[in-house]
């Protein structure tokens, strides 16, 4: 980036001034503190303090001079950056220049932006923008705009484009000549602002050269357009609303040019509009003061005029729920970090539990138990809600002449993401919002989890039996390894396991039903498998049969697993796993956010149900909100999982839950398993501790 005022030529006398100076301001886009130098000042009139502590998401302003122009030798000072990254900064004009060395940096931790001000008048030359940030998002908008930007120009070329910005004012671009290369995001940060639902982005992009061929319409007037732009660098802050109750806005535009050439009838037309136009010609209009006048006199009316062209891009918004579940959940818990686990391996074992009956014993059970494994592959499993997903794609837009952007996308007009972006997508977006569990099936087992949901399904892109969760997880040959792994570590206790598979698409391959429960036969023990042939002519047999039997009938003297079918009668295994229905209780509800809702629709039906075997489904969902506050949280270099602190919040307050529906005993409540997230989140002693305790 370099600004440059004849600098072969010296100041003509009416051009002279004093000095140089500057409006400076750094910003904090870190979600920590951060400390920034600045030192090795040159010929300085008036330095910025140093250092400058930056609380997160704060900013530090101050004025800057370089020395008067009869002064000789290039005012200069160096600025450091939290990440370690130094540069130097020039200020001058005349026989001197204003540029930045570097004027970027490749991990985009640092954006700078040296922006012409109102020069030769009563206000500051340049307004100098710095700001440090941790460097994630620039890859991401990189990787869409590259996946893109050439398709978008082929489309252009092709068949042009109108944008309106505003009832009166429309451009006709008939031809687009640009290096999508030369088009880089240098600089992206977001913070939250005041208002935790909206987020303050600053964007810093440069674009190397382009030339723009076309006409606008202004009122009923029309005039040609032939614009060419060279090293522009362009500071946008966009203010944008999580929940969508609101649309994206400006709410700053600064930016700086290189050179450009403007020809066409559209410079009398805006001349006669906008008398400002005309006095800016007659002063000169350098690509200095074009982007002086740019950044000051118009500066409002095209924020305003890029706002408008937005309302009409966009469709009216529409709010996903401004609610934070773990505020509407009550106070949130003082830390997130989990509970230690105690090592529960043998609890049913004692001759105590071997003697109760399976009605009379409670058991914790996880939800989606093996997301701790996902990875950034989709499955092939889409679910309706989330049906949007498999219209992502990696790869870049064909620039076949035709638009790339759909919105929504659909199957033959997907969204072409970039790999970078993609993987961000899946790991970050997807991943944060799908895990449910972070400890392993061993480690679940050894805390005293007796009751699993796997969801499994055959993936034709490998032949293999995955877990899913909208993402692959780890392989089922895996899970059944390490349970098979903690039956060898405890083969005379009396556990019993229940295992539930559900969520398959076995219905679509018959022939791998058989195959999965040989999967199973070749990896736990026989004497380890507790299965229960139906009645002849049935295909499914009643689990609540079981309520009256003994723990110890059931397990007979070593640990056993109970498989169970979860998909109905959709699929009918022919051994190992049970056909039965499993526990009753009250369907799930994914949209349910929060603990006062769940315990509305759990509590009623844990005091009035008649089953002998029931379970408390104590999982609540995250809303759209909390969702895109985690994939913020990741572009601020922080990793959330964005059911921790909502299942956290939940687990915390189960135990009122049950006093409050239970007359104040616990112990005496109707319910044999609760399903949770997050199993050893949520205070001390954990919700599977508390629940085995229940069994005293």
Known sequence: MSLRMNPLVPPKAS??????????????????????????????????????????????????????????????????FHSGHKMTIDIGTGLYVTDASPPAFADGTVGAVLAPGQPFSTGTDFNFLFFDGPGILPPLINSFVQANLPAIISSINATGITIKVSDSISFNISTLQLDPSSVVCTYAGALPSEDANVWNANVVVSVGAATIVGSETISDQTGSLNLSITNLVLYAQVAFDTTFATKPKVKALQCSLDDYSLSGTLLAILEVLFPEIAALVALGAT????????????????????????????????????????????????????????????????????????????????????????????????????????????????????????????????????????????????????????LTILQQLQSGIRS???????????????????????????????????????????????????????????????????????????????????????????????????????????????????DGTDVTYPDTINNTNGYAGVPWDGEKYTVQDMAAQQGPALQNHTEALWSVGWVLGANNTAIIQSVLAALRGQRVWTLQPIATQANSVFQDFLSQYTGGSPADARFNQVVVDWLECGGSPSLPEFIIGLNS
């Open 15 to 80: 051009d002279k001034i004093e000095l140089t100076d500057a409006n400076m301001t750094i910003a904090n886009d870190w979600s920590d503190h951060i400390t920034v130098i600045i030192d090795n000042d040159s010929t300085m009139g008036q330095s910025f303090p140093s250092p400058v502590n930056l609380d997160s998401g704060a900013t530090a302003s101050g004025y800057i001079q370089a020395s008067p122009w009869y002064v000789p030798g290039q005012s200069s000072f160096d600025i450091t």
């Open 287 to 438: 690509a200095y003061r074009v982007a002086g006048f740019i950044n000051t006199t118009f500066n409002q009316q095209i924020i305003d005029a890029i706002n408008s062209a937005i309302g009409n891009v966009l469709n009216p918004a529409v709010a996903v729920g401004k609610a934070d579940p773990a505020k509407d959940m009550g106070s949130p818990p003082s830390s997130l970090a989990p509970s230690p686990t105690a090592d529960l391996s043998t609890w049913m074992s004692t001759p105590q539990m071997q003697a109760k009956t399976l009605g009379q014993i409670k058991l914790p059970a996880t939800h989606d138990s093996a997301t701790y494994g996902l990875t950034s592959t989709l499955s092939q499993i889409a679910y309706p809600d989330i049906q949007f997903l498999w219209y992502l794609s990696d790869q870049a837009a064909p620039a076949n002449n035709t638009w790339p952007v759909t919105v929504p996308p659909t199957a033959a007009n997907p969204a072409y993401l970039g790999s970078y972006l993609y993987d961000f997508v899946m790991s970050v977006g997807v991943g944060s919002a799908a895990r449910t569990q972070d």
């Open 452 to 566: 699993f949901d796997f969801r499994v399904y055959f993936d034709t892109r490998d032949n293999s039996f995955y877990i899913q969760h909208a993402l692959r997880g780890p392989l089922f040959q895996d899970v059944l390894s390490q349970m098979q792994m903690f039956l060898q570590a405890n083969p005379t206790s009396g556990e019993l396991i229940l295992a539930t598979i559900s969520h398959t698409n076995l219905q679509g391959y018959p022939d791998q039903i058989a195959a999965l429960t040989k999967l199973i036969n070749s990896t736990i023990q026989p004497e380890n498998i507790y299965y229960c042939a139906p009645d002849q002519g049935q295909q499914q047999w009643d689990f609540q049969t079981l309520a009256t039997a003994t723990l110890g009938s059931l397990t007979s003297g070593a640990p056993k697993i109970m498989f169970i079918n979860g």
